[in-house]
């Protein structure tokens, strides 16, 4: 994804109460308490004619016996009573399978880290009715730890590529203004956090897919090291499906617990930046990636498919790749993709404020531009190259998204250049971001008084206000992309990531309008432009 770090932040308050339908969410089973069934927190039973939900892991601990004791009592008619299984407590009821997606492919990102500094949270995309626009969301990023494992840690980021939130993944409590469905999560719910607002949200939409996107810039270390051999690959895979499938949780702040993350998660997301190299220099590389990226691929696709066989429910597999041509070469796209559901592919990033000096360049171009000052294979950095080279390389268009940056790349101290709109030239540096220096969100750059520019060739947006160059996509740019969409028959579009949008979700919304054919699609941007015409 792009190129942020991992800050743990201070935490700000939520958004304003919505509160969802509470028919939405079923209530989860119980029967009669039994001295030999073993319990988690958050399972209910029945005793003595009422109703018990476990705080904890228990055994043969009878309900009520202690008011200390692993079971609080609860509201009759909380559980629905029937079967021999206890069922899970409202804090790990498990999501039906959703839907298959009909049509073309809507994604997006969740950052983890969001919830902190950019206080950002699900709630926010419910707010501006994101989650009935998407097919599909991604929570960023799980880590692939130094003994091969997918695993659980709440520990800062120091550069070692060992860090973790478990807390903001399912320890957290959100209040009830900041949680999906207006219900504030109670400590004794063994699923909170980041985890149980994705449940929520899943239980209010059928037709969406959640994925655990593993990797992303900072997480992708291991990746090489345990991909290379078949005992390393087995181990990595089976360990990221017991946590994130089967949703065997660590035990920490009162939460986790067998099955307690059951169901919140359809799938898995590889986001290995990159095989061959070219992510962080700590990365591990091995001379062997360009096969071993298919080989993971495929004992992922092979012990999802043994999984959807137990559980007679599908599980899904998508990967985000590099979009460079010089990144694709490092793979094998015809035989990966043969294990796929779907590919995002990042066609963002192209250029940035890392070339400190510039010169200045678009981040997401969707063509070509013959003038561009590059040279090599940075010639092919744009949307179009990319898909192209990944068609023309065996993969079926029907799997491949396009990528949509939901924030810009700029420069500062940027020269006017001879057309006095600072495209191509030298500058002094990255421009001032919020948050990271040459990186912004679009709901900062859309309020700016910048004079705007799209290239004739490029089809990309930029601005330039006499010292900054940025770089990104508004509303009209996208649609550019959508018809390029159409045009070329792809599976769809995704966007990095949720936060950079603005509070009304306005690109998100423009981006799930490729759900829609062309001839819909043209005569809503019509309807749109003549209800905005001064004339009328």
Request: overall charge positive; glycine content about 12%; aromatic content about 12%.
């Amino acid at each position: 994804m792009s190129k942020l770090s991992l800050t743990l932040s201070a935490l700000f308050g939520g958004a304003g109460l919505l509160l969802s339908s509470a028919a939405a969410f079923a209530a989860p089973a119980c029967s009669a308490w039994s001295n030999a069934q073993t319990y988690n927190g958050g399972d209910y039973a029945l005793y003595a004619n009422k109703t018990w939900r476990a705080k904890w892991w228990t055994q043969n601990n009878q309900p009520g016996a202690d008011q200390w004791g692993p079971w609080e009592e609860r509201p009759a008619g909380e559980c629905t009573p029937g079967g021999g299984d206890p069922g899970p407590g409202p804090g790990t009821g498990v999501p039906p399978e959703p839907t298959p997606t009909v049509g073309r492919h809507v994604g997006s990102y969740f950052a983890q880290w969001s919830i902190y500094g950019r206080n950002y949270k699900l709630r926010n995309l419910v707010d501006a009715g994101g989650d009935k626009k998407l097919t599909f969301l991604n929570y960023a990023f799980g880590n692939v730890y130094a003994d091969g494992k997918c695993g659980m840690v709440t520990r800062a980021e120091n550069g070692n590529g060992d860090g973790g939130d478990a807390w903001a993944d399912y320890q957290k409590s959100f209040g009830a203004n900041e949680s999906v469905d207006g219900k504030a999560d109670a400590w004794s719910d063994p699923l909170r956090g980041n985890f149980n607002q994705l449940r929520k949200l899943k239980l209010a939409n059928p037709s969406l897919k959640v994925l655990i996107s593993l990797g992303g810039w900072t997480w992708s270390k291991n990746f090489g090291k345990f991909a290379a051999t078949d005992a390393g690959r087995k181990t990595m895979v089976a360990s990221c499906i017991d946590l994130y499938l089967k949703g065997n949780l660590p035990v920490g702040e009162n939460a986790g617990g067998a099955g307690a993350a059951k169901g919140v998660f359809d799938g898995i997301d590889i986001d290995w930046e990159y095989p061959g190299g070219g992510g962080l220099p700590t990365n591990s590389v091995d001379p062997n990636d360009k096969q071993n990226f298919t080989l993971l691929m495929a004992e992922f696709r092979s012990q999802l498919d043994a999984l959807t066989a137990q559980n007679k429910r599908r599980y899904y597999l998508t990967a985000a790749i590099g979009s460079g041509v010089d990144k694709i070469r490092q793979t094998e796209p015809a035989k990966y993709a043969a294990y796929m559901d779907w590919i995002n592919v990042m066609t963002y990033d192209f250029n940035g404020g890392w070339d400190a000096k510039g010169p200045t360049n678009f981040q997401s171009n969707l063509f070509r531009d013959p003038a561009a000052p590059v040279t090599g294979d940075r010639v092919y950095y744009n949307v179009d190259d990319s898909i192209q080279t990944l068609v023309k390389g065996g993969v079926p268009k029907a799997k491949l998204n396009v990528g949509i940056p939901f924030y810009g790349r700029g420069w500062a101290g940027v020269a006017a250049g001879p057309k006095a709109d600072g495209l191509y030239q030298v500058a002094t540096g990255a421009g001032k971001g919020t948050y990271e220096a040459g990186i912004e969100d679009y709901k900062v750059l859309k309020t700016r008084s910048a004079k705007q520019f799209v290239h004739p060739v490029s089809k990309q947006l930029w601005t330039y206000d006499g010292n900054e160059f940025w770089s990104y996509d508004d509303p009209a740019t996208i649609r550019t992309k959508l018809d390029y969409v159409r045009q070329q028959q792809l599976g769809g579009v995704f966007s990095w990531s949720l936060d950079g949008d603005d509070a009304q979700g306005t690109l998100l919304k423009t981006t799930s309008e490729v759900r829609q054919d062309a001839a819909a699609a043209k005569k809503k941007a019509a309807a749109k432009a003549s209800a905005a015409s001064p004339l009328k």
